[in-house]
């Protein structure tokens, strides 16, 4: 008998046990899952385009064509304002093609084949979340690389842990957005439409031009959205100037964006996977 319970667990698996057991194997699958994930965004020449190539060719043509125009008028190299927008951008951009993914594995069954093996329930999710997490920190990494060849300068070096955290805060919490979109939706249009809002939240950003460039009308509109608080945090720890007051905004847009859409992520993830 022994053999035969010894034969049972093996082929069943740790699914089919209690939960405290079931506990051990989350994050082991997670991290398996995670690894899956980020293979398959490396793999994939359009998100990797997505991601790293249009954000930095993007850097390059702003700096380019508007970058000593935005100088003279700000006072300040305007490197300053467009390398933590267009991280911002890539951040979310980043996202919006997770999303489009998750979709497509979604119709083509495989969330539900994965529900189906014995492994952890939370590891899917919770995957998504490291391997977002990862990808921005990467891209972060890549576009101030192109920033310093372009002649960003740190002024203080201990700004890079508020450089890479800030996208990171950000880019999850509209990450946790967009996700809880994209399993409730049949279709990627609504994925599209926030693609076409995010396009618009850049160009009425602090990162694009100072804030005073704007109609007067406008500006508290755009110094209250979400993308010019983290973009004025980064600007502020790169020169050394105070950033206290947005970077409180932003864990607070980022941590509402989690607390709001992660209940809805992970219920709508769970049905698209039993579907």
């Known amino acids: 008998?022994?053999?035969?319970?010894?034969?049972?667990?093996?082929?069943?698996?740790?699914?089919?046990r209690g939960?405290?057991?079931?506990?051990?194997?989350?994050?082991?699958q997670t991290f398996i899952q995670t690894g899956r994930l980020l293979r398959r965004w490396r793999r994939d020449p359009v998100t990797a385009a997505q991601t790293l190539l249009f954000p930095a060719l993007l850097l390059i043509m702003l700096n380019t064509v508007l970058g000593q125009q935005i100088s003279k008028f700000a006072g300040v190299?305007?490197?300053?304002?467009?390398?933590?927008?267009?991280?911002v951008v890539s951040a979310m951009s980043g996202s919006l093609a997770g999303a489009v993914t998750l979709g497509r594995e979604r119709d083509a069954g495989l969330l539900g084949r994965f529900w189906?093996?014995?492994?952890?329930?939370?590891?899917g999710l919770l995957s998504r979340v490291l391997a977002e997490a990862a990808r921005i920190v990467v891209c972060t990494v890549v576009l101030f690389a192109v920033g310093l060849a372009l002649g960003l300068r740190w002024h203080h070096p201990?700004?890079?842990?508020?450089?890479?955290?800030?996208?990171v805060l950000y880019g999850l919490g509209f990450a946790t957005m967009v996700t809880a979109v994209a399993v409730f939706s049949a279709k990627s249009f609504a994925v599209?439409?926030?693609?076409l809002?995010?396009?618009?939240?850049?160009?009425?950003?602090?990162?694009?031009?100072?804030?005073?460039?704007?109609?007067?009308?406008?500006?508290?509109?755009?110094?209250?959205?979400?993308?010019?608080?983290?973009?004025?945090?980064?600007?502020?720890?790169?020169l050394g100037e105070g950033f206290r007051g947005s970077l409180w905004a932003t864990l607070a847009w980022s941590l509402g964006a989690v607390a709001v859409f992660a209940v809805p992520a992970a219920i709508g993830y769970r049905r698209a996977s039993r579907e």
């Open 77 to 87: 190299d305007a490197l300053y304002g467009s390398v933590p927008m267009v991280t």
């Open 158 to 167: 201990s700004a890079v842990i508020v450089v890479i955290g800030v996208p």
């Open 116 to 123: 189906a093996l014995p492994i952890h329930r939370a590891s």
């Open 1 to 16: 008998m022994t053999g035969v319970r010894e034969v049972r667990e093996v082929t069943i698996g740790p699914a089919a």
């Open 197 to 238: 809002g995010s396009s618009l939240l850049m160009f009425f950003s602090t990162g694009f031009v100072p804030l005073s460039a704007y109609p007067g009308w406008a500006q508290p509109v755009v110094a209250h959205q979400p993308m010019s608080l983290a973009i004025d945090t980064m600007h502020g720890a790169l």
């Open 192 to 195: 599209e439409a926030i693609s």
């Open 19 to 28: 939960d405290t057991e079931r506990w051990r194997y989350l994050l082991p």
